[in-house]
């Protein structure tokens, strides 16, 4: 079993920052691929980020490219989104999910076994 928790989510101005946290316990957080999914009210969750079990391949969808970044630290078993030049459109509950998938990494959120329970990120304009 895998816990996950986020942290980091905030008010902030459009234009701003926030980094995101997902700490990791259970099994060995250096062999899950990792992503950020979002949901904002009233939408389907949707991909954001994603990053192999060794920090080597990321994705992002096309929406947040250049301007977040994915990463993780497999010493600390935590994961982070920077998120930069955000815009009222980011604002979503923010989720942390773990893929034990064998190959790849998925953008798919079917193919996350776990997840965290969210952290709420609010940009203004």
């Known amino acids: 079993q895998v816990q996950l928790v986020e942290s980091g989510g905030g008010l902030v101005q459009a234009g701003g920052s926030l980094r995101l946290s997902c700490e990791a316990s259970g099994r060995t957080f250096s062999s899950f691929n990792m992503g950020w999914f979002r949901q904002a009210a009233g939408k389907e969750r949707e991909f954001v980020a994603a990053i192999s079990w060794n920090g080597d391949t990321t994705y992002y969808a096309d929406s947040v490219k250049g301007r977040f970044t994915i990463s993780r630290d497999n010493a600390k078993n935590t994961m982070y989104l920077q998120m930069n030049s955000l815009k009222p459109e980011d604002t979503a509950v923010y989720y942390c999910?773990?893929?034990?998938?064998?190959?790849?990494?998925?953008?798919?959120?079917?193919?996350?076994?776990?997840w965290g329970q969210g952290t709420q990120v609010t940009v203004s304009s």
């Open positions: 999910a773990g893929s034990a998938a064998g190959f790849g990494v998925p953008t798919s959120s079917g193919l996350y076994n776990y």
